[in-house]
C-alpha cells in the first residue's frame, strides 16, 4: 500500500508541476493583454470545464501533462479571429514574449527553490562536509558500522537466507567503534582500514583494537570472505577476499537542517549545485543512450542512466515503502529543476525554442537597420517544422526508451 502511495504521490507531484508550469504562461499572457484562450490540465477528451471571460479551463482524460492556447504565438497560426489580430503574441516586444515562454520554467525553478528551503529546514540538506567520494571516505576516521551479514552477491548489500553472518559482528563489534588497529598494524584512518583488510586472508584469526566512548577494547576476529573486485580497481574482475563485515560510519553528519533564515543560504548553495549537476546530467543523455539499450537487453542497469516519470514514480514508491519519505521531497526538487532547464533548451517545441527565436528575430532586425537594409521580418515556422519533427521524434524515442527500460530493467534503491 505504501508503494502505491509514493508511486501515486511522485505522478501527482508531476502533474501538479506541469499544471504551474502552464498557470506560469497563462497568467504572464493575461497580464500583458495577450488572449488566452483555454487552459487545461491533461489531454484528450474533456472531462469537465468551464468558462470564465474569454478563457475555457478544465480537466481531460489523459493525465499526461497541460496546456496553455495563447492565440498567435506564431505569425503562421492560421486559427487567429482578425478581431484579435492586435493581441496575437507575436506582435508583442520579444521582452514581453520571453516572459511568457520563461515563466513555464521559473514555475518549476521556484518549485524547487521553495522545495530545498522547506527541506532545509524540516528535512535538512546533505552536508558539504561528508564523505562523498572513495578519497575523501579513506581520509576519515576507522568509525566502523557493523553489517549484520556477509552478502554472498557482490552487488547486493541486502542479507538473505545462508549468508554467513558478519565476523564483526560475532565478535561483539558495535557501530560507532572507532579501529585503532589491525593484527598489529596501527590504523589511523579508514583507507587505512581498508589496506590492512585487503592484506588479510579469509579464515584468518586477527586481533583488532578499537576505542568504544573512549575506552579502548580488544576484539579477536576470524576473518570471512566476499567476493570483491580489487580495491584499487572497482571495476576490474571480482574474486575472494578477506571480509570483517563493516562499512565507514562517517563523523559527518550526511544532512543538516536550518533555521529559516540560514536556510535560504544553504538551500541557495544546494540549488547552485544541483543547476551545474543537471546540466552536466543532459550533456550526458547521449553517451547514455547505449546503457538504456543493454539494460532493456538483460545488463545490469547502470544508477546513472536517465529516467522517466515511470521511472521516478516507482523510486517514489519504493522510498515511502522502507520509510525513506524524505527521498519523496528530494525528487520532487531535481524532478522541477530538470524539467525547467530542459524547457529552456533552444529547441522547437520546448519553450527554450521560442525564446531563441524571438531574440534571433530581435538581433537580426537590430543587424539590418544598422545596415541601411530592410526589416527581414519574422522567421517563418513552417520551414522550421522538419527540425522540430526531428526534435519530436528524437524525443519521444528516448522517452519510450526510457520508460521501456523503466519497465523492463528499472533502478531501484534497494537490492532485490
Not at 152 to 163: I, K, M, N, V
Request: net charge neutral.
Amino acid at each position: 500500500m505504501l508503494y502505491v502511495l509514493g508511486v501515486v504521490v511522485i505522478a501527482l507531484g508531476i502533474l501538479i508541476s506541469v499544471s504551474l508550469h502552464e498557470a506560469g504562461h497563462l497568467l504572464t499572457a493575461k497580464a500583458f493583454g495577450m488572449k488566452v484562450t483555454k487552459y487545461f490540465v491533461g489531454f484528450g477528451p474533456t472531462l469537465w470545464s468551464f468558462r470564465r471571460g474569454e478563457t475555457e479551463y478544465g480537466i481531460k482524460g489523459i493525465p499526461l501533462g497541460g496546456f496553455c492556447k495563447i492565440v498567435g504565438m506564431t505569425p503562421q497560426d492560421d486559427d487567429v479571429d482578425p478581431a484579435d489580430e492586435h493581441r496575437v503574441m507575436w506582435r508583442y516586444p520579444v521582452w514581453k514574449r520571453t516572459v511568457v515562454m520563461a515563466s513555464g520554467s521559473a514555475a518549476h525553478f521556484a518549485l524547487a527553490i521553495i522545495g530545498a528551503w522547506m527541506a532545509a529546514m524540516f528535512v535538512g540538506l546533505p552536508n558539504p562536509a561528508y564523505p562523498d567520494t572513495d578519497a575523501e571516505a579513506r581520509q576519515e576516521p576507522a568509525v566502523i558500522a557493523v553489517g549484520p551479514c556477509l552478502p554472498a552477491d557482490p552487488a547486493r548489500t541486502a542479507c538473505q537466507p545462508g549468508d554467513p553472518a558478519s565476523p564483526a559482528g560475532v565478535a561483539q563489534l558495535r557501530d560507532g567503534d572507532r579501529v585503532t588497529s589491525f593484527d598489529g598494524k596501527p590504523v589511523t584512518n579508514y583507507g587505512d582500514l581498508l589496506v590492512a583488510l585487503r592484506g588479510a586472508q579469509p579464515g584468518d584469526k586477527v586481533t583488532i583494537r578499537y576505542e568504544r566512548d573512549g575506552s579502548p577494547g580488544v576484539a579477536n576476529v576470524t576473518m570471512g570472505e566476499m567476493r570483491r573486485p580489487p580495491l584499487d580497481d572497482p571495476k576490474g574482475p571480482v574474486g575472494p577476499v578477506a571480509a570483517l563485515g563493516v562499512g565507514l560510519l562517517p563523523t559527518t553528519p550526511g544532512t543538516l537542517t536550518y533555521g529559516p533564515i540560514d536556510a535560504v543560504g544553504a538551500s541557495a548553495d544546494f540549488t547552485g549545485t544541483m543547476a551545474v549537476e543537471t546540466v552536466r546530467a543532459i550533456q550526458r543523455i547521449p553517451e547514455k543512450v547505449p546503457a538504456l539499450f543493454a539494460a532493456i537487453g538483460g545488463a545490469e542497469r547502470d544508477v546513472d542512466t536517465p529516467i522517466s516519470v515511470v521511472g521516478a514514480s516507482r523510486l517514489g514508491g519504493e522510498a515511502l515503502e522502507a520509510g525513506v519519505w524524505q527521498m519523496l521531497v528530494f525528487l520532487f526538487i531535481s524532478l522541477n529543476f530538470f524539467i525547467g532547464v530542459f524547457n529552456l533548451l533552444p529547441l522547437l517545441p520546448v519553450d527554450g525554442g521560442h525564446i531563441a527565436i524571438a531574440w534571433f528575430e530581435r538581433v537580426r532586425s537590430w543587424v539590418y537597420a544598422r545596415l541601411g537594409k530592410p526589416d527581414p521580418g519574422r522567421v517563418d515556422y513552417l520551414k522550421l517544422m522538419p527540425l522540430t519533427y526531428a526534435v519530436i521524434l528524437v524525443g519521444g524515442s528516448f522517452m519510450l526508451l526510457t520508460i521501456t527500460a523503466d519497465v523492463v530493467n528499472p533502478i531501484t534503491l534497494f537490492s532485490r
